[in-house]
């Protein structure tokens, strides 16, 4: 089985200022491991996926995340926060090959990041 | 290059209804997938089809289905609608060659059931 928490449901941030939503996940098998974000109103973009190369991987739009197997988590980050990231974004894991979970993607609840002037 | 397409964008229908979705894949993908959102929550996993067949399912019940065409286009069937059916309807296309697949999602059909 695999999940997905996302420690926030609210993030508010100053534009300018450094933005990081927290994710951890659970997963049997070696996962692969996206952001996803969610304008109101749009369907889902994708931002970045890890899938097991480097541990540091980078997005689009300046976002960034890291990979750390030992604390099981999956952060997003991004250095200094525009007011167009005003967005929902969502953590999401895939089941790796060989699981039962394969080709499914399973989604955190969302973080809601507000972008301050 | 079109990404995923999805047809009709708001629906409206009344419990004990059948609906039907439809869904149009990336160029190039062979693989399509069907998710519900609820207001408020993340999208959940309906299922999933490739070559003309469901590959993976959710927990979602029977009243569920859906079928591939040869084109790799999808649809999504609910029968005997219930309130709690309201929701938006995305559907993600991906090439299926391995684990990694990432999957592009459409705008989603808003579906309200009354």
């Known amino acids: 089985a695999q999940s997905v928490t996302q420690l926030d449901s609210h993030v508010s941030v100053s534009e300018g200022t450094p933005v990081l939503l927290r994710c951890n996940y659970s997963?049997?098998?070696?996962?692969?491991l996206f952001w996803y974000v969610q304008h109101p109103n749009k369907g889902l973009q994708l931002l970045l996926k890890?899938?097991?190369?480097?541990?540091l991987v980078k997005g689009i739009n300046g976002f960034e995340a890291e990979f750390k197997k030992s604390e099981t988590s999956f952060h997003l980050t991004k250095p200094s926060a525009h007011m167009s990231d005003a967005a929902e974004y969502f953590c999401?894991?895939?089941?790796?090959?060989?699981?039962?979970?394969?080709?499914?993607?399973?989604f955190g609840q969302g973080t809601i990041l507000t972008v301050h002037p | 290059d079109a990404g995923v397409t999805q047809s009709p964008t708001h629906l409206i229908k009344t419990r004990g209804q059948q609906v039907t979705l439809r869904c149009s894949p990336k160029?190039?993908?062979?693989?399509v997938s069907w998710y519900q959102q609820a207001l408020g929550q993340g999208p959940q996993f309906i299922f999933q089809?490739?070559?003309?067949?469901?590959?993976q399912r959710g927990n979602f019940p029977d009243r569920f289905s859906g079928h591939q065409f040869p084109n790799y286009s999808s649809e999504l069937n609910v029968n005997a609608l219930l309130l709690g059916d309201s929701a938006l309807y995305l559907c993600?296309?991906?090439?299926?060659?391995?684990?990694?697949?990432?999957?592009?999602f459409g705008p989603g059909t808003r579906l309200t059931v009354l």
């Open positions: 089809y490739y070559e003309e067949e469901e590959r």
């Open positions: 160029s190039g993908h062979d693989t």
């Open positions: 999401v894991v895939s089941g790796g090959a060989g699981g039962t979970s394969y080709g499914k993607l399973t």
């Open positions: 890890y899938t097991s190369a480097a541990t």
């Open positions: 993600a296309s991906s090439l299926h060659r391995g684990y990694t697949d990432t999957q592009y």
């Open positions: 997963s049997s098998y070696s996962p692969s």
